[in-house]
Structures are given as structure tokens and as C-alpha cells.
């Protein structure tokens, strides 16, 4: 039994193991989540929260991602931990400590968001400090831990699951989300991926999904959010007309 130990502060020299063309079950979305969330700190670190009006939406947009992250901490215990605890025994005790931290930090910074949208006082700007602190604090925590699914619990998936396994997993989350969380979802990951990884992504899409689901991804999301060079490029790489 390999037990995944909880974070530590060497996560810069963990030692990153290559993929080696194996599933690569949490890689993607951390890297919408990680994108995004690095937006929105940069964003409130900029935000003039004298100005209710100025960072309303703002706001509901951090809270969007906050529920999108919640969603995604709920899929990995619920179904990744789930698996692998069921093909191991125990093994993801501090990963589940870690996730229980985030759930802890998630509403305290949903707290803080509904104070900001509340208070039309002088004291936003204040306010406003402290949210994006408390934010970058929790993007430190979170980003080490997905460093760690990255670099300890993808080789223990690898070593016990086949890479259809490991994509049947997937495939179990996706199905129990919404047709508009799956979108949200979407929304992060696909900008965030390099161009290869996004033909994979949405070659697997083409073959396995609906005609309709692959045309919504590529009008809805990529086509609109894609620069438009990497747009043709992803267009080309997968045979369609841009």
C-alpha cells in the first residue's frame, strides 16, 4: 500500500515523473484552475473596490469559480479517491485532510464576497485587501496540493489503473455534471490546454460524443475564447473549416 502524504514544503523539488503518452486524469483541469484563478488574483489586486459598481461582476465571477472549484475538490474525493482507495486500501487520508482545508477556505472566502457585495460603506476598499490576500493565500494552498495529485497521485493512478480505467473514471465525473457545469468547465480548460493537448481533448469529444456536443465546444468555447491564430491552428489540426 503507497499512502499519499499530505503537502510539503519541498513541493519545488518533488520529483516530476514524465508521462510517458499515460491518461493524465488530473492535468488538464488544473490547468483551467489554475488559469483562471491566476486571472482573478491579478484582477483583484487591480480592482477599485471604492466603486460597488466596479467590481460587481467581478465578484460573481470569483464566486462562479469558487463553486467551479468546490464541484472539482467534491469529483476527486467522491470519485478518484473513491477508486483508488477501493483498488489500494488507504491511501488519500491527507489528500482528503487537504480538500477539507479547501471546503473551510472556499467559505470563508464566500463570506468575505457577500460582506464586499453588501457593503456600500467606506471600508471596501479594506475589505478588497483582504479578500485578494485571503484569495492568494488560498490559491498557495491549492496549487501545492494539485502539485502533489500531479506529481504523487498520478504515478499511484498509473501504477493501478489502465489508461481506460483512468479515462472510465473520468468519464464517471463527467456524467454526473450538469450540461451547464460541464460547459463551465469547459470554458477553463480548453484555453488553458497547449495545442496538442486540445486536439486530444476534443478529438476524444468528436469520437465518443454527440455531433452536436463537439460543434457546441468548438462555437461556444473555442472559437470564442482562442486567440484567433490558435483557433485556425486547433481548426487545422483536427480537419474542420475554420
Known sequence: MTMIHGSRSD?????????????????PVH???????????DRLGRADF?????????LTELRDYL??????????????HRALEA???????????QHADHHRS?????????????????????????LYLAFAAHLARDFAHMHEEETVTTPLLQAVFSDA?????????????SPEMNL?????????????????????????APAEVFRLLMDEVARPLLPPADFADLALRLQIAA
Request: neutral net charge; without cysteine; proline residues 5%.
Open 31 to 41: 490547468k483551467g484552475l489554475r488559469r483562471a484563478g491566476m486571472a482573478l488574483l
Open 11 to 27: 513541493a519545488a523539488i518533488t520529483p516530476i515523473l514524465p508521462l510517458d503518452g499515460r491518461y493524465d486524469l488530473y492535468g
Open 87 to 97: 483498488r489500494t486500501g488507504p491511501a488519500t487520508e491527507d489528500l482528503d485532510r
Open 50 to 58: 471604492a466603486s460597488p459598481a466596479a467590481t460587481t461582476g467581478l
Open 106 to 130: 472556499i467559505a470563508g472566502l464566500i463570506a468575505r464576497i457577500t460582506a464586499l457585495t453588501d457593503d456600500f460603506s467606506g471600508t471596501r476598499e479594506e475589505a478588497g485587501r483582504a
Open 184 to 208: 463551465a468547465f469547459m470554458r477553463l480548460i480548453i484555453p488553458a490546454l497547449s495545442p496538442a493537448e486540445r486536439v486530444r481533448l476534443l478529438g476524444g469529444v468528436r469520437a465518443t
Open 67 to 80: 463553486r467551479l472549484a468546490t464541484a472539482h475538490i467534491a469529483h476527486e474525493s467522491d470519485t478518484i
Open 165 to 177: 480505467e483512468l479515462a472510465a473514471i473520468e468519464m464517471e465525473i463527467v456524467s454526473t455534471l
